[in-house]
């Protein structure tokens, strides 16, 4: 037996064209288009390939991107005065710093100093206090791809057992928020749990967010679950030639998958979400920025 394989690419494509077409709607009716501003510092390699797709992505469904490319020797002073310039700046309705910041700057003040209304990431405390108590903050867009793609296969969440296997505040905490909000039982494990395996196996949905290439196994996944696959990680792929790697997951998907009852891959599970979620943030950062309805695309 194989699950349903929960194809996020396809999804995170479909949900791209409906954003299209209500940015091109807000145009016509209202003569307003949404802009999404990305700051990357540095030159890290994964985040200037995410940072090229979210702009690429950004003009594509219609809205303008601003993009700002600083150098890695940038101060923390120089970063703050940007955010500063982007919070009061009109044609901004959304603020994106990639993250990994380099270590001289404290990422946590930076995230802090962006307009809460602005914050298309969901992790200035204000969305995540918002989201924690049910007041309709801006969402993480990696957690909020996840329950889409958990609700394209099960709408109706309720008293299902949920692991969330990981406790970042990008991913792990407010994924465990929002399956706490669809009336799930709700279980957030980590390095320190004691009998993972076990755990794991209890769960109905099973979200693997922990960052370390396979690591859950094809019998910690109880029978019909459905797997929700975070983690990307680079491993060395020697078949593929020297010096080459692939990307794998932090779940051992071919065991897993003859286990499951829907499972995301690695690649175009996940990944490909959090990218249409920035842009369904900035839309809806947009809208209420300026009193405009917004309902979910
Ligand atoms: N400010 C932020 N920084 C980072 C975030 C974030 O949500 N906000 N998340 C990650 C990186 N990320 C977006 O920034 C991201 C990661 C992965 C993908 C994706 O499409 N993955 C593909 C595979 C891509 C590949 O081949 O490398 C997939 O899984 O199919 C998109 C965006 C860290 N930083
Ligand atoms: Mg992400």
């Given at each position: 037996m194989t699950g349903t394989i929960i194809d996020?690419?396809?999804f995170a494509e479909g949900l791209r064209q409906r954003i299209a077409g209500r940015v091109a709607e807000l145009g016509r009716v209202h003569g307003v288009q949404p802009g999404l501003a990305v700051v990357l510092v540095g030159e890290d390699p994964a985040s200037q390939v995410y940072v090229r797709n979210k702009a690429k992505q950004t003009v594509e469904a219609g809205m303008r991107s601003f993009e700002h490319r600083l150098p890695a020797t940038t101060s923390e002073a120089e970063l703050l005065a940007l955010v500063a310039r982007l919070n009061a700046d009109e044609a901004v309705d959304g603020?994106?710093?990639?993250?990994p910041l380099p270590?001289?700057?404290n990422a946590q003040k930076v995230l802090e100093a962006i307009d809460p209304a602005k914050d298309v990431d969901g992790f200035h405390p204000v969305n995540v206090g918002r989201v924690a108590t049910g007041g309709g903050g801006l969402v993480p867009c990696t957690p909020l791809g996840s329950l889409m793609l958990i609700k394209s296969v099960r709408r109706d969440l309720?008293?299902?057992?949920?692991?969330v296997v990981g406790r970042s505040n990008i991913v792990g905490k407010p994924m465990a928020q929002l399956l706490l909000a669809e009336s799930c039982t709700v279980t957030v494990a980590h390095s320190r749990t004691r009998d993972l395996p076990g755990v794991c196996r209890r769960a109905d949905v099973l979200v693997a967010a922990v960052g370390r290439p396979q690591m859950i196994k094809g019998d910690w996944v109880k029978p019909g679950?459905?797997?929700i696959d975070v983690g990307i990680n680079r491993v060395p792929a020697p078949e593929l030639g020297e010096g080459k790697n692939r990307l794998v997951g932090d779940v051992a998907y071919a065991e897993a998958s003859a286990v499951a009852g829907a499972i995301t891959?690695?690649?175009?599970g996940v990944g490909p979400m959090t990218i249409a979620?920035?842009?369904h943030n900035t839309l809806e950062s947009c809208c209420r920025r300026r009193g405009l309805p917004f309902a979910a695309p």
């Open positions: 996020g690419k396809a603020i994106l710093v990639q993250l270590p001289h700057v309720a008293g299902l057992d949920a692991v679950a459905i797997v891959p690695v690649p175009g979620c920035l842009l």
